[in-house]
T-cell receptor, first 118, second 116 residues
């Protein structure tokens, strides 16, 4: 079990550029979540997938944001025409609906991608 | 919509002492889950402890325990025998039980400092 991984760990971009982040969940987990965390705040939900289906999107996810999870494995989060307000830590988490005990349906987080928009 | 409130932005405790972090939440659901996550500086979010709302018994994990008061919608975290490695931001989080409400709603966090 290698845990949730995210790539890149850091991204600096200029305003107006497009960026894409990748998340690889824990291998047997069928649910994948994206959150955004700004400095000094708790994470805020963006969207989540069960397998390849995107089940919910937050109002925070403007039309410049798109997320995919092809084949129900890794996921990508793309931000088009980045703005300075997009600067934040983007966190990915995964969970498994099946299983028993404390681990069942508990979300495990990756290290995050820190985005800085200049 | 559910809300989670952490009223203590910062707390400090002497090493080896006990500290309690507060969390209150608001929900109209009867079944849900509550979590405490720890986020060390520049490191990833780690699950500390989890409580199912239908369980009356408070969850414990080694030095970490919770005081879950369902009627009062309160969920505090007690850390016993505090260690330097406990220094971190601590986030309280809520998750609904029903399909379509599995996202986590977080509080604003409490920064815990351990004094050697």
């Amino acid at each position: 079990d290698t845990g949730v991984s995210q790539d890149p760990r850091h991204k600096i971009t200029k305003r107006g550029q497009n960026v894409t982040f990748r998340c690889d969940p824990i291998s047997e987990h069928n649910r994948l979540y994206w959150y955004r965390q700004t400095l000094g705040q708790g994470p805020e939900f963006l969207t989540y997938f069960q397998n390849e289906a995107q089940l919910e999107k937050s109002r925070l996810l403007s039309d410049r944001f798109s997320a995919e999870r092809p084949k129900g494995s890794f996921s990508t989060l793309e931000i088009q025409r980045t703005e300075q307000g997009d600067s934040a830590m983007y966190l990915c988490a995964s969970s498994s609906k099946t299983g028993t005990g404390a681990a069942a349906d508990t979300q495990y987080f990756g290290p995050g991608t820190r985005l800085t928009v200049l | 919509a559910q809300t989670v409130t952490q009223s203590q932005p910062e707390m400090s405790v002497q090493e080896a002492e006990t500290v309690t972090l507060s969390c209150t939440y608001d929900t109209s659901e009867s079944d849900y889950y509550l979590f405490w996550y720890k986020q060390p500086p520049s490191r990833q979010m780690i699950l500390v402890i989890r409580q199912e709302a239908y369980k009356q018994q408070n969850a414990t994990e080694n030095r970490f325990s919770v005081n879950f008061q369902k009627a009062a919608k309160s969920f505090s975290l007690k850390i016993s025998d505090s260690q330097l490695g406990d220094a971190a931001m601590y986030f309280c989080a809520y998750r609904g039980e029903n399909f379509g409400n599995e996202k986590l709603t977080f509080g604003t966090g409490t920064r815990l400092t351990i004094i050697p």
